[in-house]
């Protein structure tokens, strides 16, 4: 077991070293990382590209995509999508043994690009792939990594990334910088940043590239890849209308009233973390710090505090309605429109007000 | 067989508050816990241990007061535990947490050869899940994350397969041991303590080693000059500049107060309302 090799670093005279050493400047542009999986980019990635571009025009360099794939993957389509979101170019690999993630050759891949281009800034998705790949890759290049940020700005002094996250699950929000190092890494998960509107008429250049690695060289295998069952694929981070309970209905059977709703307006239907631990839904329909970040059209919350670790995974939403029968819930804070009165009995009310509303709009249509 | 765990001990952040005015954490009274991911990963080692036989060993950076978290997780039958601790070591941030983690590893593995390393998924006062990644990249162990299960261990061909978490699935990947497993929350159930465990743990002398112990060399790499991020701010969420318009409850029937939503949200939001009549089934 021997440490990994790493680039040259500035030597810390004394103290702690925060400037940025003169070799590291020629660490110019934005990188993201495409993630894709199965035939399709994940949409995180054009998220993170609406964002690296206002970091990439505040910093007047360029945005760049990074695109890593096997033989059979349409990297040429997925670069093409890449600059209709933003970006100016993309740098691709293609290798059989980029075929289907996994960790060994994917660090290889980034690192190597990283080490050959030198962008200031890569940011990559919160997910099960992109935090992975971010912990390697930055390690590997002995740099700065922030994960799981709300918030990405260019501090105007430093110019370095001034990325915000939350800590201490939740309540308080921190700024983190990386000043001496490059690049600076970031990963921000689904939903987080608003999608960028696609714009057809943009193109760029692929800049290809090879990895130089063959299947003999890396040890961990890939037997088998087995897709979430149909039931089970809720995609709540992409729901356009969410009707989310909390602690407030007191038992599976009122959560019920939620699921009514959810149906009634083609919705999908969210939870807080305690109806998630008392086993009221799934895991998967948690919002908030520790669950999913939403970003719907309408976003009903009834028998919801407000609770800032949920509050982080859901303020996004265009409107959010509040529906608590205490009125100086938190919630009340920052909901677009509240209803203080019993969830148990504006649940079923609203279900049928909103069924009636339909019908009389269809019926004046027709 | 050996398994090295890696726990942190964390302010127990249900239990946190922060000051309304100077927007500062009150950790006065909040109790200190075994990081509540980092359980699935030892209740892991100790079901291998069951199976297998060996020894699980933990591991912790943190001040000396984390002998308490370490002790905890004798009890529920881990075998050693060491505290790494050494004012040195403050202000690390992950880079440098992971330096020296792994290179305590090393001196582990000085005393008995090592075939799994785990850690949690990530922490919930850091949360960053970096540290099991950097971890295995400097020890050059293959790195196997949000593990959901570990569908064989083959320990005289040095092998394990396991199922990890993936974006819309599960990777099935087959790799060589030693290798590193964060592991994914809710994957199985921490046993009780038993009696002599407990009583084992209240006795144990945890072992605490410095940074001369755990083998650093490179002073550079750890604590607050070994972290390449640097935190520059701290500071509350923002209060929505208008609260909740409330819609008029008193003496209105749940069908009044759900047709006063449903008018005052159409109105002030007309395109929502046609992408809703859109979606709505007939
Ligand atoms: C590290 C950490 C991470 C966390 N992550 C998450 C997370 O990801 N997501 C999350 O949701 N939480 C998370 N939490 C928990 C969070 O702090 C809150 O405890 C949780 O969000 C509260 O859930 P709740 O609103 O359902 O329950 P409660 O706080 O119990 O609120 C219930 C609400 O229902 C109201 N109510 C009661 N009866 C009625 C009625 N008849 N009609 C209408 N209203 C009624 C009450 O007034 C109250 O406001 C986390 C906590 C920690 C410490
Ligand atoms: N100070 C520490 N001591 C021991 N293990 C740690 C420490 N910090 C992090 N870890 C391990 O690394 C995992 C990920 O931590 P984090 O990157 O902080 O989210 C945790 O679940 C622990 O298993």
Redo the contacts between chains.
Sequence with gaps: MSDAPAPRKPAGRGGRNLELPEHLKAYKGVWVFIEHDRGSVHQVSWELLGEGRMLADTLGVALSGVLLGGPDDNLTAFANEAFTHGAEACYTVRDAVLDGYRNEPFTRGLTDLVNKYRPEIVLLGATTMGRDLAGSVATTLQTGLTADCTELKIDPTSRALAATRPTFGGSLLCTIMTLAYRPQMATVRPRVMAMPKADTKRSGAIIEDTLGMVETDIVTKLLDFIPDANTSKVNLAYADVIVSGGKGLKNPENFKLIWDLAKTLGGDVGATRPVVQSGWVAAERQVGQTGKTVRPKLYIAAGISGAIQHRVGMEAADVIVAINNDPNAPIFDFAHFGIVGNAMTILPALTEAFRNHFAIRRMKAA | MHIVVCIKQV?D??Q???HPVT?T?MRQGVPAIVNPYDLFALEEALRLKDSFGGKVTMLCMGPPQAEEALKRCISFGADDAILVTDRAFAGA???AT?YAL?SA??QI?KEQAIDLVFTGKQT??G????????I???????????VSRIAELDLANRTI?I??????????????T?SLITMLE?TNELRFATMPDMIRAARYPVRKWNKDDAGIEDL?KIG??G???????????T??AV?????P?DKA???D???N??Q???TQ?PA??Q???E????
């Design positions: 302010p952040s249900a946190i508050r922060v927007n954490i941030d992950t880079l992971s792994a590893i090393r593995e919930i006062d949360d960053t899940a970096q540290v099991g990644p950097g295995a990249k400097r020890l050059s162990m293959q790195l196997l994350t949000y397969t199922e990890r978490r993936a974006e819309g699935g599960v990777q099935l990947l087959k790799t060589r030693p809710n550079s607050l000059k972290s390449p991020t640097v935190v520059s701010k701290v500071f509350g969420p209060p929505r609260k909740a318009e409330q819609i409850v029937t749940p069908r107060i759900a047709v939503l449903i005052a949200m159409f939001h929502l309302e992408d809703m009549l979606r709505a089934p007939l």
